[in-house]
């Protein structure tokens, strides 16, 4: 249902003025490609095309009103996201009555190739302190890390019903002060800043990126898979290029490979009236046991089958 609304919000706006080329493109360049649209003249046109948007804007708060009230969420934000972009996300999530428990971003030596072995060298400082990351690689091991820092009481979905048990090191069952440990680690090497720490639980994340470098959205969508251990809802929202960020199409070519209730979904956010929307519905979606994509992305459908 949610898939169908914002698939049908993109067809609206592209029967509208033509082919849907992206709101971010300057305003000397939307002048000249609505022109071609209807032979209006360019004023004409562009005053359309604000009413669309506003029509747009109206019916996406309207789809998202009350749809995660009591919800609470946490942002992370990947290296390279602007600020406006999160807090678009941010306010989104907020207009439908969602919670926002967490805030925190993730550095650069989060996902950059070039930096394995930094990221290695972290892995076997918290190795000790992370449940349920037992053979698993430096990579994989820090996105267990990253998230039983930030959230108290986490562990994986296997390992939950033993509790937070001290025990001795190696056995898998993280330690009282284990989270601790590793937010003091992880925030001591730069690779985490908290804005907001969160109290309790949370039911969903959302990962705010831009383009990363190259195998970025791999990245992404293997911490997200990750932390389906953790919380009900995973999904990450990439804004960059006007048609296909590449950490959206690697993320989504990466979660076909995931478990089915391991998989992320993933937004392409280059239409801003339609964001709120896509962000939130994703997270309805999620929270139902489904996944899927939002946007347009390169050599891939709108819409992903769930």
Do not use: C
Not at 191 to 198: K, P, S
Not at 202 to 212: N, P, Q, R
């Amino acid at each position: 249902m949610s898939a169908r609304l914002v698939f049908a919000a993109l067809i609206v706006m592209a029967l509208a003025v033509g082919f849907v080329a992206g709101t971010a493109t300057p305003r000397d360049q939307e002048a000249t490609r609505v022109t071609s649209t209807g032979g209006q003249a360019a004023d004409e046109a562009l005053a359309q095309v604000a009413v669309l948007e506003d029509w747009l804007m109206n019916v996406s708060a309207a789809a998202i009103a009350g749809r995660l009230d009591g919800v609470s969420v946490g942002v992370l934000v990947a290296d390279g996201a602007e600020a406006e972009d999160v807090e678009a996300v941010t306010q989104a999530l907020k207009s439908a009555g969602a919670q926002v428990g967490l805030e925190a971003s993730l550095s650069a030596e989060w996902w950059t190739p070039e930096l394995a072995s930094f990221r290695g060298e972290i892995a076997d400082q918290v190795a000790q302190s992370v449940v349920g990351a037992e053979g698993l690689s430096s990579t994989e091991l820090l996105q267990h890390a990253i998230i039983q820092a930030l959230v108290p009481g986490a562990v994986p979905a296997d390992v939950a019903g033993q509790g937070d048990v001290q025990a001795e090191p190696g056995e898998g069952v993280v330690a009282a002060d284990g989270a601790e440990v590793l937010l003091e680690v992880l925030t001591r090497s730069g690779l985490l800043t908290v804005d907001r720490a969160a109290e309790a639980p949370v039911s969903a994340l959302v990962v705010v990126t831009a383009d990363g470098p190259e195998g970025a959205g791999t990245i992404a969508a293997v911490a997200a898979g990750a932390w389906e251990n953790y919380v009900p809802a995973t999904l990450i929202v990439t804004f960059g290029s006007a048609t296909a960020p590449s950490v959206a199409t690697d993320a989504i070519s990466q979660g076909e490979a995931l478990a089915a209730d391991a998989r992320p979904s993933v937004v392409v956010a280059t239409e801003p009236s339609l964001v709120d929307a896509q962000v939130v519905l994703a997270v309805v979606e999620q929270l139902d046991g489904g996944a899927g994509s939002y946007g347009i992305a390169e050599n891939l459908d709108l819409i992903a089958q769930p």
